[in-house]
């Protein structure tokens, strides 16, 4: 029989028959990013700000400390039980509004008014939704979008890989059997060089990925210079790991009045000291810059009434854009574990998920069981566009920057860095044994497919071991030479012994990355020109 032109095409993908740092059109690789960052008319909406933005690229706009207080202060209150029914009650509206006057936090009245009604608009959302927004950068929480049901199936579907015996637990490296990793993708992960990948689009499922194990031929080491990109010196790419997604059908229905900041200074030269005879001009300067830190004072914007915004028909419509050719996740279940002896837990710390390897443009986090675990967060910072502490957007005299501090939280020759907010999560009984369990959810960039689990069968060598027992190839041969034949299997498939130590290796390969990464982020600096 012939085959269908669809088995005779090969399968090309970045780091197979592709350049491993291929990227999409631009137009198409920013899409998803900019549709997020950008709402209506390709317009960068916030309470302060009403200019169109200037980028072709994603950026978060530079931040107000006055906005910055009043995206926590709806953040806290949406953490209040029944604050959708609460906010349109005028009495209870009204006790939230003086406790934030009267906050040691300074918001004005107009600045309460319009969170009020910011709210209240939320409150229609998220009964439409579930969802709420609290941040830039579509920062989204919720406490009901998963239905009771679907929480318990997964309780259910995760147990399995709970009670399993104290010595086969997988406590993660480094954690002091704190936190228990029950699916990770950096333990049997794409290793270049190593890994078997089907050659045809012909993909592997959960049913005959076993019996497929080294069909296919090996995924070739990239060459040294796919790990850059363009423009940047520093290597984005591994040329040894990549974390495989798994491929999902998302084609069914069923569910799976602002006011630029503006500084109260003048340009006037006429306002303030004048040079005097015989000074030198380091003096003068420095003498009225003295004057201008001493008598003018930065007027802090003020929000006007607050607009629903524009529902633009450049929404993300993850189903409507790419239900036909699904989506690609990968996927973390871990269990934080805590005891009255090891009561503590430190948490992570600012980093990135993945290299660009794994293309990771969104992450979900749900917090599907927990109990007796003290009050935690997960918090969130951002370098933002520092063109908009320029020309034209602001207007500042000649060598004056302390109103970068004052309207902004920043400081000129400081990190372009703006620490936006928190989230709360849930509390518990510090004295009682307690546990987290996470399942995270990261989502590849659908405008680019990379090599996923359907397109590389088995790696497990003890699934192989099993599957070969079960079909009674050895079977004639004594137990003893039977693990004898199965212990001299080398390279592929992976014993789970090399699949930890190649784990440590990707994670040492990947602290390297965060740390590179970490330096880039906080060695970007504010630099307010001279004009």
């Not at 510090?430 to 659908?446: M, N, Q, Y």
Request: negative net charge; aromatic residues 12%.
């Amino acid at each position: 029989m012939a085959s269908s032109d669809s088995e005779s095409l090969s399968l090309d993908l970045p780091g197979f028959n592709m350049p491993l740092n291929f990227m999409p059109d631009e137009a198409k690789f920013w899409n998803v990013a900019k549709e997020l960052i950008h709402r209506g008319n390709g317009r960068t909406r916030n309470r302060f700000y009403d200019w169109e933005s200037p980028f072709t690229e994603p950026g978060l706009p530079l931040i107000t400390l006055r906005e910055l207080r009043m995206l926590q202060f709806m953040n806290q209150i949406t953490d209040k039980p029944d604050w959708v029914v609460k906010v349109f009650d005028h009495d209870v509206a009204s006790k939230w509004r003086n406790e934030a006057l009267s906050s040691p936090e300074y918001m004005s009245e107009k600045m309460v008014d319009y969170c009020i009604a910011e709210l209240r608009y939320k409150a229609k959302i998220y009964e439409g939704t579930g969802l709420i927004s609290v941040f830039y950068g579509d920062v989204i929480k919720s406490d009901c979008a998963i239905p009771a049901w679907l929480q318990g199936e997964l309780k259910a579907l995760v147990a399995p890989l709970e009670n399993i015996p104290a010595r086969n637990l997988d406590w993660h490296p480094g954690s002091g059997q704190k936190v228990l990793d029950l699916v990770h993708p950096s333990l049997y992960p794409l290793v270049y060089g190593q890994t078997w990948i089907l050659p045809e689009p012909k993909v592997t499922s959960v049913e005959d990925c076993i019996s497929r194990c080294c069909e296919g031929v090996v995924l070739p080491i990239p060459p040294e210079e796919e790990r850059f990109v363009a423009d940047c010196n520093e290597p984005l790419f591994s040329r040894k790991f990549q974390w495989l997604p798994c491929d999902v059908d998302i084609s069914s229905d069923d569910g799976v009045s602002d006011l630029r900041p503006r500084p109260a200074t003048s340009d006037e030269e006429d306002e303030g000291p004048h040079r005097e005879e015989g000074e030198s001009e380091n003096t003068f300067y420095y003498r009225r810059f003295q004057w201008m830190e001493e008598v003018r004072e930065v007027v802090h914007p003020e929000p006007g009434e607050f607009v629903p915004p524009p529902v633009g028909v450049d929404d993300v419509d993850l189903r409507r854009d790419f239900g036909s050719s699904g989506l690609q996740i990968i996927v973390k279940l871990a269990n934080i574990q805590l005891t009255p002896e090891e009561p503590l837990y430190d948490g992570g710390s600012w980093h990135i998920e993945g290299q660009l390897n794994e293309h990771i443009c969104a992450s979900a986090l749900y917090y599907y069981d927990s109990a007796n675990i003290t009050s935690s967060y997960l918090a969130f910072r951002q370098r933002p566009s520092t063109v908009y502490a320029g020309y034209p957007y602001m207007r500042y005299p000649q060598n004056s920057s302390s109103w970068l501090k004052k309207v902004f939280g920043c400081e000129n020759n400081g990190p372009e860095i703006q620490y936006v907010g928190k989230v709360d999560t849930r509390e518990g009984h510090p004295t009682r044994p307690g546990h987290r369990k996470i399942l995270a959810l990261f989502l590849v960039d659908p405008n680019i497919r990379i090599i996923s689990t359907a397109n590389v069968p088995c790696q497990q060598k003890d699934w192989w071991t099993t599957e070969i027992q079960r079909a009674g190839v050895l079977a004639k041969l004594p137990f003893e030479l039977q693990d004898q034949v199965f212990n001299e299997v080398k390279g592929f498939p992976i014993s789970l012994k090399e699949a930890k130590e190649q784990r440590l290796e990707l994670m040492e390969e990947r602290k390297s990355f965060a740390f590179a990464h970490e330096r880039g982020f906080e060695d970007s600096y504010f630099s307010l020109c001279e004009h």
